[in-house]
């Protein structure tokens, strides 16, 4: 999870989100390399969650650091992630602002199950299992939605979609091209409440 690199941050709009990725193959250095460079522009993006469309690659790859529901940070890489949550009466939604690295600063609300549980493999092929709760269930979802091409405004209405990208429109200005390699500009007007984005 360290000796990496901060990549920039490819954008909503770049078809390489909203294109399925393709499986990998290959578990050697230089995915492991992959891996420690995304954990190094999640951080200095501030995010919790950034899959590999995030950084341009159509690869079924995603590294996580995030707080489950008792506050307590797992953290980890999949490759080729499958998310499942639970159906019928165990089926709990909640519904929270949910942002993108992708589409800095802007949130909308949008409700997901409050449970999930992500299966895959660890960057060097062995199997692994996560369950998440809280954030970390949120985030699982999200980050998988990355890799099948599904970015979360488009499991928003028309109308709440318009809303998020008009506020993205307005802050925009605030983030250079290739953030996070150059950091967020400063604005005085600028919120103190920061709010958690995947």
Known sequence: ???GKVLPITRWG???MHQPTK???RFDDELR??????FATMEAAQGVGLAATQVGLGLALFVFHCPDEDDKYQSGAICNPVVATPEGPDRALESIDEGCLSLPGAYAPLAR???STCTGLDPWGEPV???GTGLLARCLQHETDHLGGTVFGDRLSGRVRRKLYA???ELAHLYPDDWPVTPKRQSASE???QKVAE
């Open 1 to 3: 999870m360290t000796g």
């Open 14 to 16: 770049e078809p390489v």
């Open 23 to 25: 499986q990998v193959d």
């Open 33 to 38: 390399q992959l891996v420690r460079d995304m």
């Open 113 to 115: 199950p409050t449970e």
């Open 129 to 131: 299992t996560v369950h």
């Open 167 to 169: 506020s993205h429109d």
């Open 191 to 193: 919120p103190v409440e």
